[in-house]
């Protein structure tokens, strides 16, 4: 089945860790965002790319780092210069050129901070 | 920066009602929109879109509306049913961009 998953569902960090967060991708998109959702908030983008090898910050990107370093991947890590990291990850993607830019989303990685 | 926005954080309605979930934007460059459902602790997924070239748009059970002028989208669910209660969002995006950007969301309530 075609999708994106993210993983893990749940994770929990020490102060002063870094995290990664894994999202992969089988349907051939161009484009990857992160978003940061904090309870009854919406959702705020930390980072995208557009292509592979590139990538742009969002509104919130300080604390966090990406790569893409292949199509289907664009992880997320969550370093100690996040204050206040505890929050609902969800990644997307999204194909150029198509019709619908309906954004692909995943099941969503819920950090926590212990 | 300019923004989507939602007008009601929180909508309750009895099965069988219709429901309509309200959404401003300011981007006037917007001209591709999406709603979005939401259920706890999932991804949003995807309900229904709608380019700046229309105005109304139908699906099965839900009708989006768009009015450029004042620069407002809606939501309509008809015959809410109990399987509909999640959170719904608004998203835009413009053809420079494609990057969407989304609302505040509206928690839709819907009781038996």
């Known amino acids: 089945d075609g999708g994106i998953t993210q993983s893990p569902k749940y994770l929990f960090r020490k102060e002063g860790q870094n995290v990664t967060l894994s999202c992969e991708q089988n349907?051939?998109?161009?484009?990857m965002y992160w978003y940061r959702q904090d309870p009854g908030q919406g959702l705020r983008l930390i980072y995208y790319?557009?292509?592979?090898?590139?990538?742009q910050k969002g509104d919130i990107a300080e604390g966090y780092s990406v790569s893409r370093e292949k199509k289907e991947s664009f992880p997320l890590t969550v370093t100690s210069a996040q204050k206040n990291p505890t929050a609902f990850y969800l990644c997307?993607?999204?194909?150029?050129?198509?019709?619908?830019?309906?954004?692909?989303f995943g099941q969503g990685t819920r950090l926590t901070v212990v | 920066g300019e923004s989507v926005g939602l007008h009601l954080p929180t909508l309750s309605v009895q099965e069988g009602d219709n429901s309509i979930i309200n959404c401003a934007y300011s981007n006037s460059a917007s001209d591709y929109f999406i709603w979005y459902k939401q259920e706890s602790g999932k991804g949003p997924q995807f309900i229904i879109d709608i380019r700046s070239n229309m105005d109304k748009r139908q699906g099965q059970r839900v009708t989006v509306l768009l009015n450029k002028t004042v620069k407002h989208l809606s939501l309509q669910i008809a015959a809410t049913q109990p399987g509909d209660s999640a959170v719904y969002f608004c998203a835009e995006s413009s053809g420079g961009s494609y990057i969407p950007t989304f609302g505040r969301g509206t928690s839709l309530i819907v009781h038996p």
């Open positions: 790319s557009q292509i592979v090898n590139d990538f």
């Open positions: 349907l051939n998109h161009d484009a």
């Open positions: 997307a993607s999204s194909s150029y050129g198509q019709t619908s830019r309906e954004a692909f």
